[in-house]
């Protein structure tokens, strides 16, 4: 539960003092006091939150902060997973590699094992690409 108090009002801008006159919105979760929440909702202007009254641009600044939010760690979750596939390329190269030195070419399972690490690779790079943000 994020702080309270502290926090500006989004109604009048002043910093709420106390937790007993002052609340988070449950719908958009703007921090207000109970009093000016009450006084706008008497008569709330268009397009604001219909829970506290919060007027339309803060709704749409939180809106977009939450965007913001979701998309950066969303590349982060792809650029790992690009790591992961690049990881499993080289594994697989080099296990392909060192083994074809080592064994002689005997066994073509170790291949099938190298090709697989690799197509796993090429699969997290794949996903890990689609889930960067384009611009
Ligand atoms: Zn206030
Ligand atoms: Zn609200």
Do not use: W, Y
């Not at 080289?90 to 083994?99: E, F, K, Q, S, Y």
């Amino acid at each position: 539960m994020a702080q309270l108090v502290g926090r500006d009002c989004v109604l009048c801008g002043a910093p709420i003092s106390s937790s007993l006159d002052a609340r988070f919105c449950t719908a958009c979760g703007s921090p207000v006091h109970a009093e000016c929440s009450l006084r706008i909702l008497a008569s709330p202007p268009d397009g604001c939150c219909a829970a506290c009254g919060a007027p339309r641009a803060v709704l749409e600044a939180r809106l977009l902060e939450k965007q913001e939010r979701a998309e950066s760690a969303r590349s982060q979750a792809g650029l790992t997973s690009v790591v992961l596939g690049v990881a499993c390329i080289l594994g697989g190269t080099l296990a392909t590699v060192g083994c074809s030195c080592l064994t002689l070419g005997a066994g073509s399972g170790r291949f099938v094992i190298a090709t697989g690490a690799i197509a796993v690779g090429i699969g997290f790079i794949v996903r890990g690409l689609r889930q960067l943000p384009h611009r």
